[in-house]
């Protein structure tokens, strides 16, 4: 090995600079050709990204979805009325008070003669 650990000839160590590519230094790129895309191929594509990144997507999804669903039970749990909290409301299927008292068996049964 020569004098200096050069290795390029006998006349000093100079090392010329790296010529780039030719088709990296000035060629034009030419615009990608885009096309409308049907329905089938836009979910084709969305369905395949999913699949892709599945573990990227559940991480955003749980980061964002978790913390505004929790914040939106905060907010409903603290401005539902107290009628709410209680078992004071009718019901739906009888149009009758839920917590009542059912009638007594002896105001069904009709007097005998």
């Known amino acids: 090995m020569p004098k200096g650990g050069c290795l390029t000839g006998a006349q000093g160590c100079s090392v010329p600079p790296p010529v780039p590519f030719p088709s990296a230094v000035n060629a034009p790129v030419a615009p990608p050709q885009l096309r409308p895309l049907g329905l089938g191929e836009i979910l084709d594509v969305s369905i395949k990204i999913c699949l892709r990144h599945w573990r990227t997507l559940i991480k955003i999804v749980l980061v964002v979805t978790v913390p505004v669903q929790l914040l939106s039970l905060v907010v409903l749990v603290s401005t539902?009325?107290?009628?709410?909290?209680?078992?004071?409301?009718?019901?739906?299927?009888?149009g009758t008070d839920a917590t009542a008292a059912p009638p007594s068996s002896a105001a069904r049964s009709s007097p005998r003669s």
């Open 80 to 94: 539902a009325p107290d009628s709410l909290r209680e078992k004071d409301y009718l019901d739906t299927a009888t």
